[in-house]
């Protein structure tokens, strides 16, 4: 995905956060998103936790990367006046199973379609984020009959291109100029708390039940340790280098992009010490909006029909940072679907 530089001109910050939690009991905490936790066997032995917003109409599949599915959990209930909201956990994260292999995109779709075939979904919605973009694409190039559209949140890129293939220059990192943002500073006194640090420094905050899925809750209510596996995010980013077959997918498609903002913007971020720094940055930028062309182009090659969003200043989780143009695009987008 994209470099750190530039989710830094994309995260937009706010204004610093006096953090003043109280005492939190782990054992008073209750997830208050409206879902019911369903738990659906796949790979013969394989549990996987699916998160039922209810609703009815369409069915909508949430799917993430390497977090959960509870990361939707402020967003997936604004849907559920028109369509019935799903989301799933993929093997290896939160709840969700963690064996020792299935890592693989075709696995992950192959997780995902038997979640479809176990719920009887009739021509579902699916829609991604990130690297989970690539069990949509896997899907739709192998099971366009059985599903109703996809919908890409930056999610619809190559992960096989190497910089060469963008025929741009990137720059070497050492000649890059040094941020003016402060470092992050995450605030691990609760769950709360850290939320709300996160917010001060990326721009977004995740729900609390995604961060209590992926830290353990010590007892008088502060944030403990991860509880993500090193080798399986390995085994995720590395198994997750498959080109996507575009031209095969025979369904509606939708992808929405962060736009960087004006180069000025990203600049007055930064604190070039002479013009080899500052030519340093603009190449980098320039570089990045090559990335995205090219994302953009072949995908259409592939699915001239496809729609393109550029969503400017959007942060990676575009459906929290801009959760309103977010939910207009998805519900415009899935009225014109008529295959049920």
Not at 32 to 53: A, C, F, K, N, Y
Not at 184 to 203: K, T
Not at 235 to 240: G, L
Not at 257 to 265: A, L, M, T, V
Request: glycine residues 8%; neutral net charge; aromatic residues 8%.
């Amino acid at each position: 995905m994209r470099s750190a530089l530039v989710l830094v001109g994309l995260g937009a910050a706010v204004a610093s956060v006096l953090l003043r939690p109280g005492p939190q009991s782990t054992a008073d905490w209750r997830d208050p998103s409206p879902h019911q936790v369903r738990w659906i066997t796949v790979d013969s032995s394989v549990r996987l936790e699916v998160l039922d917003w209810g609703g009815s109409g369409r069915p909508i599949v949430l799917l993430g990367c390497y977090l959960t599915a509870h990361l939707y959990d402020d967003f997936a209930p604004k849907l559920t006046d028109r369509f019935h909201i799903y989301g799933i956990t993929r093997r290896g994260i939160g709840a969700s199973d963690k064996p020792s292999s299935g890592y693989t995109v075709q696995r992950s779709a192959d997780d995902v379609l038997e979640v479809l075939d176990r719920l009887k979904m009739n021509k579902p919605l699916l829609v991604g984020y990130s690297c989970g973009g690539q069990a949509l694409s896997m899907l739709g190039s192998q099971h366009s009959d059985r599903l109703g559209g996809l919908v890409y949140f930056d999610a619809a890129d190559d992960p096989t291109l190497t910089p060469a293939d963008y025929e741009v220059r990137f720059p070497d990192p050492p000649q890059l100029p040094a941020s003016l943002k402060p470092a992050p500073a995450p605030d691990y006194r609760s769950f709360e708390a850290y939320r709300l640090a996160q917010r001060r420094d990326h721009g977004v905050a995740f729900p609390e039940a995604e961060w209590r899925q992926q830290f353990v809750a010590n007892p008088d209510g502060s944030v403990g340790p991860s509880r993500g596996s090193p080798v399986i995010r390995r085994a995720i980013t590395e198994d997750s280098r498959v080109k996507p077959d575009y031209a095969r997918i025979r369904v509606p498609v939708l992808a929405i992009y962060r736009k960087d903002p004006p180069f000025e913007e990203v600049l007055a971020d930064f604190a070039p010490r002479t013009e080899q720094e500052r030519g340093a940055l603009r190449q980098q930028y320039a570089a990045t909006r090559a990335m995205v062309s090219r994302w953009q182009r072949d995908l259409l090659a592939g699915v001239p029909t496809a729609r393109i969003v550029d969503l400017p200043g959007a942060n990676l989780y575009m459906f929290l940072s801009h959760e309103a143009d977010v939910l207009r695009e998805v519900r415009a987008f899935a009225a014109t679907l008529t295959d049920r």
